[in-house]
Structures are given as structure tokens and as C-alpha cells.
């Protein structure tokens, strides 16, 4: 079975600072992908990231990087130059082939 | 391009009656999913389609819970009695493929409140 753990429930961090929110996981699948999703108050999932279980690099896309550390079984993500819109729930999840198992979130709050 | 588009946004009803939701997915997304999201938890997947065919249903609660996807494109979710438990937000995703690298692309929700 596939489980996600994030441990931080909220997180505060000032505006234009780089702030590290937590996930591990936990599976015997060799291949596997993991993702994390941002969902502002409006409800709609947005995908930020992703990292393939094979991948020698770490993932980036703008603002957003993945610090995947395997034989740890993290996958942390790096907001660098937080920004007020950034206030949102962000969860990790974990994907195999078309299954996706999410952690329950950490709630991010951007500070002015 | 059109994004997932779910209707209705908010539903109210008594317990026992029926309610149902509709999806409509990104054009060309073969692959439809709905989840469920209790309130401060991650999305919980329900059922997943691919194309008219629900691939994978095991968490999907049979005795009042069903969905239907005729055509392969549009998708209703139905809950019939609906139960105060069955109170949170209904989720439907659509992903162009199958595969280990299967983005999916989220609606915004039906959030559901059973009275």
C-alpha cells in the first residue's frame, strides 16, 4: 500500500522568503511518481511539480523545486521568494500509473 | 482551452434525498476520475474511468453510490439516499493518458452539505 505523510499542518512565512513544506512516503513499488499540488480557497487542485521515482535530478519549474531525497523517501518542496498569492493548502501525492494517493496538506500562510 | 468544469458549485439537501454531479472534462481527456475531499484531508479517489469503461471503482461506496460516463466524455456522480456523512467536496479530474507520468487536471468542485 501506498501512503503519503505530511507532517506540518500550517506554515507561516514572511513575503519574499523561501519556505520548505514536508512530505514522506512510503511504498515498495521500485516506480513511482510524486506531485504536488497547490489548492487556493477556491477549491480547484492546481498542479505545481512533479518527480519521477528514476529521475537523477531534482524537479524544478520557476519558483517551485523538489528536494527528493530516495533513500529517505521525502519529497519536499521549496517555494523560494514567497509571494501573498502563495497562501494556499499544498498537497504532496504519489502516483502509480494512473492512481494518485495524496497526503492531507499543510496549510501555507505568506505574511506581508 | 477549457479547463474541468463541474456543476453544481454548492448543493444543499436533506439526508435520504438523492443528489447527483456532472463533469465535464478537458477536451480530449480520455482518463476521468472523481474524488471525494473531506473537509482538512487530501483528495480520496472514488472512481476512475478510462474513456466509457470504470477501471477502477473499489473505493466507491456501491450500495448508494454511482457513476456513470456514457460516451466517454461527460460523467455524472450520484448519491442516492445521501447520508450527513456523505458532507465534503466532490472532485473531477481528467488526464489526456494513461501512465506513470499522469498529470491530472483538477475542476473546482461541488462541495456537498447534507442537512
Known amino acids: 500500500a501506498q501512503k503519503i505523510t505530511q507532517t506540518q499542518p500550517g506554515m507561516f512565512v514572511q513575503e519574499k522568503e523561501a519556505v520548505t513544506l514536508d512530505c514522506t512516503y512510503d511504498?515498495?513499488?521500485?516506480?513511482?511518481?510524486l506531485f504536488w499540488y497547490k489548492q487556493p480557497s477556491s477549491g480547484e487542485m492546481i498542479f505545481l511539480i512533479y518527480?519521477?521515482?528514476?529521475?537523477?535530478q531534482n524537479a524544478t519549474e520557476g519558483r517551485y523545486s523538489l528536494n527528493f531525497q530516495k533513500a529517505r523517501k521525502s519529497a519536499n518542496l521549496v517555494i523560494s521568494a514567497s509571494q501573498l498569492g502563495d497562501s494556499a493548502m499544498y498537497f504532496c501525492?504519489?502516483?502509480?500509473?494512473?492512481?494518485?494517493?495524496f497526503g492531507e496538506g499543510t496549510q501555507l500562510t505568506v505574511n506581508p | 482551452e477549457a479547463g474541468v468544469v463541474q456543476s453544481p458549485r454548492y448543493k444543499i439537501i436533506e439526508k435520504k434525498q438523492p443528489v447527483a454531479f456532472w463533469c465535464n472534462p478537458i477536451?480530449?481527456?480520455?482518463?476521468l476520475y472523481w474524488y471525494l475531499q473531506n473537509l482538512g484531508q487530501g483528495p480520496e479517489l472514488l472512481i476512475r474511468?478510462?474513456?466509457?469503461?470504470?477501471?477502477?471503482d473499489s473505493q466507491l461506496p456501491k450500495d448508494r453510490f454511482s457513476a456513470e460516463r456514457l460516451k466517454g466524455v461527460d460523467s455524472t456522480l450520484k448519491i442516492q439516499p445521501a447520508e450527513l456523512g456523505d458532507s465534503a467536496v466532490y472532485l473531477c479530474?481528467?488526464?489526456?493518458?494513461?501512465?506513470?507520468?499522469?498529470?491530472?487536471?483538477f475542476g473546482p468542485g461541488t462541495r456537498l452539505t447534507v442537512l
Open positions: 479530474a481528467s488526464s489526456p493518458r494513461r501512465g506513470s507520468y499522469n498529470e491530472q487536471f
Open positions: 518527480q519521477g521515482s528514476y529521475d537523477q
Open positions: 501525492a504519489m502516483g502509480r500509473g494512473s492512481r494518485l494517493t
Open positions: 474511468y478510462e474513456n466509457e469503461e470504470a477501471v477502477d
Open positions: 477536451s480530449g481527456h480520455n482518463t
Open positions: 511504498t515498495s513499488d521500485p516506480s513511482y511518481g
